[in-house]
């Protein structure tokens, strides 16, 4: 009898152990507010327009995922904490891959995380102090920052500065392009002045809020110091009926054409087959790191 007892009492003492070994730390949690997007108030960055849906998450520099806005996040730590957020955005448009934006800073927060309990966490973002800006186009100065190819432009097709309700920021002007041409298959293409003193080998990204029932074409054209021109589209819009922002990488094309090029931003439109075709753009950049 005493040997049973004590095999059952072993037996409590071991199953116990168990028990306490497969305790759950309960964790703290962050709330991933909706971030804020600062530029100068005197316009040398632009307008502050950034879409910014999801942020990475450090927890002291450990990487803690990629979460949407409005997420809480599980940490697995308590007490004095640095919380770190940097932007993630659609690379070239592409809504399955999110990039750490390398033109905006990061956000950091020291906060005293508590079990079970939730701090929310507000992100400022800002370009980064480093940030050169050759091309902005926002519609609201005087003139234009691009000019149309003549080779294409027709009679009825052009591009007006509008501040109605389709605009990005009503009471602002955005670009609405209209293709009103007799020819059913007319383009329409624009390009900015000629760049000659663009960096490689550091990141480099064109940055357009637009919408439409056509597609834009974005590309550049390139002239190598022999005088050769070559035109290369990089990226095609879809029509969508409200704004969208789009961040194309350009660093790749010009890091693969050597020093020594030329560059102009180019923008097309065509009608396909659409009855009344339109397209609107806006808070254009572009943008590299010095």
């Known amino acids: 009898m005493r040997i049973r007892n004590i095999i059952f009492i072993g037996l409590l003492l071991l199953y116990g152990c168990k028990v306490s070994d497969r305790e759950v730390f309960l964790p703290s949690y962050v709330h991933v507010a909706k ?144 293709l009103k041409s007799a020819d059913p298959k007319g383009i329409l293409e624009v390009y900015s002045q000629v760049y000659t003193s663009w960096p490689r080998f550091t990141p480099f990204y064109f940055e357009m809020d637009y919408k439409g029932n056509i597609p834009v074409t974005v590309g550049l054209y390139a002239t190598s110091s022999s005088g050769e021109t070559k035109q290369f589209p990089m990226f095609i819009t879809n029509p969508i009926s409200n704004w969208n922002k789009l961040y194309l990488n350009f660093e790749p094309e010009i890091n693969k054409r050597g020093s020594g090029m030329q560059y102009r931003l180019f923008l097309r439109f065509s009608k396909g087959s659409v009855a009344n075709p339109e397209a609107w753009i806006d808070n254009l950049k572009i943008v590299y790191l010095d």
Not at 76 to 83: D, R
Request: net charge negative; glycine share 8%; no cysteine.
């Open 35 to 178: 971030p804020i997007f600062k530029t100068p108030s005197d316009n040398s960055q632009g307008f502050p327009s950034a879409a910014i849906n999801d942020v990475w998450v450090f927890e002291n520099e450990i990487v803690r995922g990629l979460h949407f806005i409005g997420a809480n996040v599980p940490i697995q730590k308590l007490g004095k904490t640095k919380i770190r957020f940097t932007a993630a955005v659609k690379s070239d448009g592409n809504l399955e891959q999110r990039v750490i934006y390398p033109m905006f800073n990061s956000f950091s927060k020291e906060v005293d995380l508590v079990q079970l309990e939730t701090d929310t966490v507000e992100a400022t973002f800002s370009y980064l102090s480093n940030t050169v800006f050759p091309f902005i186009e926002d519609f609201d100065g005087n003139g234009s920052r691009f000019e149309y190819n003549p080779a294409l432009k027709q009679a009825g097709d052009t591009i007006i500065k509008d501040k109605g309700e389709g605009a990005f920021t009503p009471g602002n002007f955005a670009g609405r392009i209209e």
